[in-house]
């Protein structure tokens, strides 16, 4: 029997990832929702290669829009990507932020109402705030950052614990730690300092370049989480999605550098006055036992990226 599938905020970096790797089994029909507002339409799965994935723009904060696809096609999963993204483009629309809230209630009491078995939830790393813990495990979340971004994140695993124990509406919580991968978007810090790196432009570094990020490879993300879905993994449950090796963000420019064969330098600013954690580094246990391989290298990854964008500058 088709599996009837809601991806929000499909035509972004993650979301479109996802689509497309439920779109592969002939037996998943999947609905692809987004307003477009940070997604793009040329990150959208091909729909000519995968005649089971549908496009509908549509604002799921806007509850008209959406309710009417929830019941029109009446989803049994519902993985809900959309959100506003981006550090700078969050700090700086802090209420559109906010808005997202009314997404995550609409999605939730629509799924409850519709009859949904799960819904898949992608929170972040910045619920975490400044952390206190190392590495970071899923169950000493400090919960101590007030950024309107880590609020809204935590803010809907509140719903979704809320709407499990009033309603029995089953989830999974994927918490990212710096997915990257081929079609991020361009001012995401590796696609950001590759660019640069080809150009032979300066990169820019805030700070002194000491905060450590650990960096995961898209397909790692995809795979993980899929096997979630596909098996049944970790249900009312949390899961860090991430890397498991630190690096600082002057080391990660340095290694870029030498990548590309670059001549830039690197250019120091000032601090940013909230928002860049000195430290990321998640506990993955959890996600190890989900996939099925071997993760893939910072260094591999990079180097796929930097031929993708080489083959877009030519």
């Given at each position: 029997m088709k599996k009837k599938i809601l991806v929000t905020g499909g035509a972004g970096f993650i979301g479109s990832a996802m689509a497309e790797k439920l779109a592969k089994d002939s037996q998943n029909d999947v609905l692809i929702v987004d307003n477009f507002r940070t997604g793009l339409q040329e990150k959208l799965p091909d729909l000519n290669t995968y005649p089971n994935i549908r496009f509908i723009k549509c604002d799921v904060n806007q509850f008209r829009d959406i309710s009417d696809i929830f019941y029109a096609f009446r989803f049994d999963y519902v993985f809900h990507y959309a959100a506003l993204v981006g550090v700078k483009r969050t700090l700086s629309n802090p209420v559109s932020v906010l808005d997202d809230i009314k997404g995550i209630e609409h999605v939730l009491s629509l799924s409850k109402n519709t009859g949904v078995k799960r819904?898949?939830?992608?929170?972040?790393?910045?619920?975490?705030?400044?952390?206190?813990?190392?590495?970071?495990?899923?169950?000493?979340?400090?919960?101590n950052s007030y950024l309107p971004y880590a609020v809204v994140k935590n803010v809907g695993e509140a719903y979704l614990r809320s709407y499990k124990q009033e309603f029995g509406l089953d989830y999974t919580i994927f918490r990212f730690f710096n997915t990257y991968g081929t079609k991020q978007s361009k001012d995401f810090v590796i696609s950001k300092f590759i660019r640069l790196a080809l150009e032979n432009q300066p990169i820019t570094i805030y700070g002194d370049g000491s905060q450590t990020r650990t960096f995961c490879f898209v397909d790692d993300n995809i795979d993980a989480c899929y096997e979630t879905f596909i098996n049944n993994r970790y249900?009312?449950?949390?899961?860090?999605?991430?890397?498991?090796?630190?690096?600082?963000?002057?080391?990660?420019?340095?290694?870029?550098?030498?990548?590309?064969?670059?001549?830039?330098?690197?250019?120091?600013?000032?601090?940013?006055?909230?928002?860049?954690?000195?430290?990321?580094?998640?506990?993955?246990?959890?996600?190890?036992?989900?996939?099925k391989r071997e993760r893939t290298s910072l260094e591999s990854g990079l180097l796929q990226i930097i031929q993708a964008i080489k083959n877009t500058i030519k």
């Open positions: 819904v898949f939830y992608s929170s972040s790393s910045e619920v975490y705030g400044e952390p206190v813990e190392f590495p970071q495990n899923e169950k000493t979340t400090p919960l249900v009312n449950d949390v899961i860090n999605i991430g890397g498991n090796k630190e690096i600082t963000i002057l080391k990660l420019a340095e290694t870029i550098i030498q990548l590309t064969g670059s001549a830039s330098r690197i250019e120091h600013l000032p601090p940013l006055p909230e928002g860049d954690m000195s430290r990321r580094l998640p506990d993955i246990s959890k996600m190890n036992g989900l996939l």
